[in-house]
T-cell receptor, first 111, second 116 residues
């Protein structure tokens, strides 16, 4: 299994749709999980941390499934401005400062 | 405004030249990182530093060097030994892990390096 694996997409969805991304990770001892957003030719920006009990921030919901070693991101009521690449980030090397970034899933929200 | 500043935004290098990319942060973060991103690829860690005067190699350190003489600054030198330096370089910083899991990393807006 790759360290952090995401479906590259692209996901092309109409405005107002609900879209879900999954990300699998290889190390069952990983403790820290994040979703970042990266716009074309820009730096990644933290979207949200992912907590064990799941967490929500407005239209965005993140969940963690430790048993199956995956995290998910749900975006409700998609906006045009949600178009970006979404990066899954995990501390694969548990106990170190290193975070491992997935290659990202590209989302295009279409009018 | 608190943040991470990278400079220059665009940099061109002749073959055989060393170039240095600047990264400065005023977030009072202890840890700093350098990544490289190639088109369609994920971020790959070059070097990181948890504290002043200390740094560790990441996954692709060959052909790069760093220093961490000040908390605020973590410059990256791309040496002539790096045979394929054209990429998007990103600097990040974070608070130190205090035993409750990693802190998220915050990024500068990057430097695009190209070979002439």
């Amino acid at each position: 299994r790759k360290e952090v694996e995401q479906d590259p997409g692209p996901f092309n969805v109409p405005e107002g749709a609900t879209v879900a991304f999954n990300c699998t990770y290889s190390n069952s001892a990983s403790q820290s999980f994040f979703w970042y957003r990266q716009d074309c030719r820009k730096e990644p920006k933290l979207l949200m941390s992912v907590y064990s009990s799941g967490n929500e921030d407005g239209r965005f919901t993140a969940q963690l499934n430790r048993a199956s070693q995956y995290i998910s991101l749900l975006i409700r009521d998609s906006k045009l401005s949600d178009s970006a690449t979404y990066l899954c980030v995990v501390n694969i090397r548990a106990g170190s400062y290193q975070l491992t970034f997935g290659k990202g899933t590209k989302l295009s929200v279409i009018p | 405004d608190g943040g991470i500043t990278q400079s220059p935004k665009y940099l061109f290098r002749k073959e055989g030249q060393n170039v240095t990319l600047s990264c400065e942060q005023n977030l009072n973060h202890d840890a700093m990182y350098w990544y490289r991103q190639d088109p369609g690829q994920g971020l790959r860690l070059i070097y990181y530093s948890q504290i002043v005067n200390d740094f560790q190699k990441g996954d692709i350190a060959e052909g790069y060097s760093v220093s961490r003489e000040k908390k605020e600054s973590f410059p990256l030198t791309v040496t002539s030994a790096q045979k394929n330096p054209t990429a998007f370089y990103l600097c990040a910083s974070s608070l130190n892990d205090r035993g409750v899991g990693n802190q998220p990393q915050h990024f500068g807006d990057g430097t695009r390096l190209s070979i002439l």
